[in-house]
């Protein structure tokens, strides 16, 4: 690709930092990032990124800017807050979203970004934070068809599938119901597991093998299941219970905006608010197999 104007990227944190240092390695354009830690900024500076003093700067330098931020509130303040950096935005820049956050704020920034002359698109990320690193993530985007068509060789610097999903909105929309899906595959991943360790009668290794090779066979099975709920390691620094908690939710308001009350997600939510309570907060969320296991069948009469 060739050099061209700066890039900006706001948001250095366990997907963040591998994203913009792919961005900063493939794209042949220099980049200017900020984050509220010194230390991803520091790694990155051997990637040639550059730390900004703040959103404006990288808004006043950066003609594509990209967020990769925790949630609704953190993209809500950065961007559209008093001083913030949508209203600092002006004609030809764009603004990419690969935060996961409600579809209602997707189609809110577009909208605010189209008043100041800018473009919006928002594409946020699947996969795991490995799959960050090494460049192979899939991202849905919401955007207008020639925007697609703009920023898709920028995205394709940071993942391996790359799927416009329609107007803006679009995007966010499939990222919350495949997190959806994918949280409700863990719980059943991690009910199956607490099964064959209470009852004994099966070696639970044995079982996700065998699930693995059946009509069971999941991406969530041969990742999160043999990784992390069969060791039960639930590591930090991953993508922990309040993320997976946060986007269920936000999947779920997406549903009863609709006019639909999800059983199997409203399930998902009540274990993943336990989960939190219990104290793994920060914890991969494969912890909620915690919660599952603290849910006891009353005895039987003898």
């Not at 929309?173 to 495949?178: D, R, W």
């Not at 060791?231 to 936000?250: C, G, I, N």
């Not at 336990?274 to 005895?299: I, K």
Request: glycine share 8%; with cysteine; hydrophobic share 45%.
């Amino acid at each position: 690709m060739s050099t061209g104007a700066a890039l900006g990227f706001v948001g250095l944190g366990v997907m963040g930092e591998p994203m913009c240092r792919n961005l900063a390695r493939k794209s042949g354009r220099p980049v200017l990032a900020f984050d509220l830690r010194p230390e991803p900024l520091a790694r990155l500076a051997g990637d040639g990124v550059r730390a900004a003093a703040g959103t404006a700067q990288i808004a006043a330098e950066a003609d594509t800017i990209f967020l990769s931020l925790p949630g609704e509130p953190e993209v809500r303040a950065i961007c559209l807050g008093e001083g913030g950096l949508v209203s600092a935005m002006r004609g030809a820049q764009t603004l990419i979203d690969c935060s996961t956050t409600p579809v209602t704020l997707a189609q809110a920034l577009a909208r605010a970004c189209s008043a100041r002359g800018a473009d919006f698109a928002d594409s946020p990320v699947a996969r795991t934070r490995q799959a960050a690193i090494q460049g192979t993530l899939s991202l849905m985007v919401g955007a207008s068809s020639g925007v697609f068509a703009r920023i898709e060789p920028l995205l394709r610097c940071m993942a391996s599938e790359v799927t416009h999903c329609g107007a803006p909105g679009a995007g966010q929309a499939v990222k919350l119901l495949n997190n959806m899906v994918l949280a409700q595959t863990v719980v059943a991943l991690a009910e199956a597991l607490a099964v064959a360790k209470a009852s004994g009668a099966v070696d639970p290794k044995v079982l996700y093998d065998t699930l693995a090779k059946s009509s069971a066979d999941s991406f969530a099975l041969r990742n999160h299941g043999m990784k992390s709920l069969l060791p039960e390691q639930h590591p930090k620094q991953a993508f922990p219970v309040t993320y997976m908690l946060k986007d269920v939710r936000y999947a779920m308001a997406l549903a009863n905006a609709a006019g639909l009350d999800l059983q199997g997600a409203g399930t998902t939510i009540r274990l993943l608010e336990e989960t939190a309570q219990l104290g793994f907060t920060e914890e991969y969320y494969t912890a909620v197999l915690e919660a599952v296991r603290r849910h006891r069948s009353p005895p039987r009469d003898q």
